[in-house]
């Protein structure tokens, strides 16, 4: 399976994580806004759709800077999501699918609970940052 992830940075140096909704996998967990590729997407496209449709903002593939990578098995299938950084988009992010947003400084990065893809990715970035 194909994600791409964003980790979006505002002026301050913090990143954007959103807490995933009940009833999903990994629930309450902190990830990185982002999803799965649909076919014959790019991995920014879909980023580009994944953060119109879940934080209703925009942004263009040349403002996607790619960082890291994580690949893990995950037992029925084998998970690839690279993990981009943002830095400029258009609206201020909003919860549209209802998932709780909250604003990260790098240094707090590893404090938060997230899916094990998402936890290497996290201290990459808090490293890069």
């Known amino acids: 399976?194909?994600?791409?992830?964003?980790?979006l940075v505002d002026r301050d140096g913090r990143v954007l994580l959103a807490r995933r909704?009940?009833?999903?996998?990994?629930?309450?967990?902190?990830?990185?806004?982002g999803g799965k590729l649909a076919e014959g997407e790019t991995p920014e496209q879909a980023l580009i759709r994944e953060l119109r449709e879940?934080?209703?903002i925009e942004t263009d593939a040349s403002c996607l800077?790619?960082?890291a990578f994580a690949s893990r098995d995950?037992?029925?299938?084998?998970?690839?999501?690279?993990?981009y950084v943002c830095r400029k988009w258009m609206g201020t992010p909003k919860p549209v699918?209802?998932?709780?947003?909250?604003?990260?400084?790098?240094?707090?990065l590893m404090d938060y609970d997230m899916p094990p893809a998402d936890r290497p990715l996290?201290?990459?970035?808090?490293?890069?940052?």
Not at 21 to 33: I, N, R, S, T, V
Not at 74 to 83: A, C, S, T, V
């Open 97 to 108: 699918e209802a998932q709780e947003l909250k604003w990260v400084k790098r240094e707090a």
């Open 54 to 56: 879940e934080l209703g």
């Open 21 to 33: 909704p009940k009833g999903k996998p990994h629930e309450d967990l902190w990830e990185f806004p």
């Open 74 to 83: 995950l037992g029925d299938f084998h998970l690839l999501m690279p993990l």
């Open 122 to 129: 996290a201290a990459q970035l808090r490293d890069f940052l």
């Open 65 to 67: 800077a790619p960082i």
């Open 1 to 7: 399976m194909f994600v791409a992830a964003c980790a």
